[in-house]
């Protein structure tokens, strides 16, 4: 059975979003979208989280309410990778610099009973379904980490990925799914991208590609992981390569990165194959990677 690899949301439903800056009372849009990076799943084919409200927080003002935000909407995280994102709204904010975003979710917390009708569940290969729960103990959210800048009179647009792969973790013996949420926000037109083919896959096995900032990645991340927590959590982004041996990593901030690559059996990790280095990401450009397994 698969062990399920995600990670990516808020809790009790919150994004967090500090504004640095302010620019004398004028205003500019945010245009905010949502994406996921996942792997592989449990048997999963549909993580569902529902998103009730938006707020935003200014050292001014503290926390503000995104009244011009459409809620609840639900969406299907999986179907939102490789690229693909849904947008949340345009909004219109206060022109400056700002840091932290949350969202609100409708999610119940963990030790509170199962909730008659929740907006956050997990959908299986048979058609079974299961909650998902938020920690204990949450009260406020989780932050999402990226920097932006809303112009005066101007527009911005902003992605948070929900990186499903360490948003959502199987809690030990209850067997509850709980959201740990890990939200990166990137401005759309400062990423680039990776694109690459994986050659010489061996027959009955799935080969992951983890995309690290260079320098950042450490064996002891391939370790069995300590209960509720994940392999590789320092991973910016990853992919599975499909059946051709495609991937694609999306939404990454320029930069250089080291490509770990990973040999999966029956759904479980099996190995590290090697490292692909100093890979360079720039802003609105695809970097082709070519990795040939027999060749790491």
Known sequence: MRKILLFSFIILPFFLFTACEKENGETGTLKLYITDSPIDSDGITNVYITVTGIQYHTAEDGWQVVEEYEGPKKFDLLDLQRGKSELLGSFELEAGTYTQIRFLLDAPQRGGGPPSSPGSYLVFEDGSEKNLFVPSGAQTGYKAVGTFTVPMNGTVEVTADFDVRKSVVKAGASGLYILKPTIRLQVNDQAGQIEGEVLNIPEETETVVYAYKSGTYEESEADDPAEEEIRFPNAVSSDMADEDGFFHLAYLAPGTYDLVIVSMAEGEFSQ?????????????????????????
């Open 272 to 296: 590290v194959l090697g490292i692909v280095e100093d890979v360079l990401v720039e802003s609105n450009i695809t970097t082709s990677v070519e990795v040939d397994i027999e060749e790491l």
